[in-house]
């Protein structure tokens, strides 16, 4: 017997990838499943997209998706998938309200979840991501820890695995999650024809190497603001963090403690990122090749 798949279509609070994440999600899934049948073997999963109303409208309209269900109306699943959001979500809107309980009745009753992206927003509502793990794209992760301080986000994993609950990501690293999931309900052999097939990578661990740093300047400690530009502009040379605490007359273990409070780093950890940067771009510059 084959297992039940719900793939979520939000009626609100959608984006762009959005869409992606929903078309991207039917199609590898119903690709490893054509891939079973082909070779003798049954599909792993009934696959259903479900919303809360007949018509959503992506793009200002210009998309429609037309889900075949009601999430009222699917009594058990085994795997739910979260579809990205808009990434100016603030706080839960009325109509995406029964995703969220849809999302964590079937959690209970044995159900596992995939959010993709800022779908993390939708499973954080629900407070199942509470002092879990939770990869998100990094242009969005101090926003979303304002909104959700108990989360423990990941912004350098692709892929978070934890009890049950799968998350990614940002932008089309979705695509490794499904990936990941054909892998842990098919099998290997179905993941790696589905990364031949959609020409993905299949083992893609981190996502570091597409974070730009911009630095965490969004607190109001201007003893730390000032030690962060002297950083950022003083980075190539060799820096005294005592002599630089002195400077603004604090004592160094409240300058670290500071430090920490304000951007999440130590003063070195910050140095180091500083530094990691301007490698990345100049690496990153046409002409520019890796010293080996």
Known sequence: MSKHLTILVPDVQAGPNTISCIIGAYHIFSGANNYRVENGRDPVFEIHLAGVAAQ????????????Q???????????????AIAPDFEELATPNAPLVKFITEQYKQGAELACMCTGAYLLASSGLLDKKNCSLHWNTAIHFRSLFPKVRVQTEKVITDENGIYTNGGGYSFLNLILYLVEKFYDRAT???????????????????FIIFNGQKSHDDPVVQKAQQYI?????????????????????????????????????????????????????LPGKQSVK
């Open 69 to 83: 269900c009601n999430v009222a109306d699917i009594k058990r699943t085994d795997l739910v998938v979260i579809p």
């Open 56 to 67: 959503s409208q992506f793009i200002k309209g210009m998309l429609q998706i037309m889900p």
């Open 232 to 284: 950022e502009d003083n980075y190539f040379e060799k820096i005294s963090f005592e002599a630089l605490s002195r400077q603004y007359a604090v004592g160094r273990r409240n300058f670290d403690r500071r430090f920490i409070k304000a951007t999440g780093n130590t003063p070195l950890e910050y140095l180091q990122r500083v530094k990691i940067e301007s490698a990345k771009k100049h690496l990153s």
């Open 191 to 209: 993941a790696i024809y589905c990364s031949k097939i959609f020409q993905i990578d299949i083992d893609r661990h981190t996502q570091s190497d």
